[in-house]
């Protein structure tokens, strides 16, 4: 049964934001980093900690934390650097932990309810349970910042 539905897995990285449990899509996932200091930016959006140098690039660093407007441990120190791409554009997301990869069928993907005070929901594509666990898939073309009008 399962060779008949492999067209129907993917696979996603999750990862822990704010205690919560989040995953993207492993193919717009191009690495992890952890360590990075982030250099600020003046007139920046207030989820972008800035930017750090990857390999001679310039990538702005997105606090996913503060963009989903999750109230979050400062202390903690998110470490970790998920390197995301969503068409040409390159962020890196600033998470507490990566998690792991997971493979989930296209079945078990359930669409968010309606709840009119989420302000999470446009950034939320699908939900699926593993291990008695909610995940929420986020759709990065929502997460992401248009960087031509939204940050200079």
């Known amino acids: 049964m399962d060779k008949n539905t492999?067209?129907?897995v993917r696979e996603y990285l999750s990862f822990l934001v704010g205690g919560q449990d989040y995953c993207v899509d492993i193919m717009q996932v191009r690495e992890i980093r952890s360590g990075a200091k982030a250099t600020t930016l003046p007139h920046s959006p207030s989820y972008m900690?800035?930017?750090?140098?990857?390999?001679?690039t310039v990538l702005p660093i997105?606090?996913?934390?503060t963009r989903l407007d999750i109230a979050s441990d400062e202390a903690s120190g998110r470490?970790?650097?998920?390197?995301?791409?969503?068409?040409d554009q390159?962020?890196?997301?600033m998470v507490d932990a990566v998690s792991d990869i997971l493979a989930v069928r296209s079945a078990d993907l359930q669409p968010p309810p309606d709840l009119p005070a989420d302000n999470?929901?446009?950034?939320?594509?699908s939900l699926t349970i593993k291990n008695d666990i909610m995940i929420r898939v986020l759709d990065l073309s929502t997460v992401l910042p248009r960087f031509e009008s939204e940050v200079a």
């Open 6 to 8: 492999d067209a129907s």
């Open 49 to 56: 900690r800035g930017v750090i140098n990857l390999r001679g």
């Open 62 to 65: 997105m606090d996913l934390a």
């Open 79 to 87: 470490s970790v650097i998920i390197v995301v791409a969503q068409g």
């Open 90 to 93: 390159v962020v890196g997301l």
């Open 120 to 125: 999470q929901r446009s950034f939320v594509s």
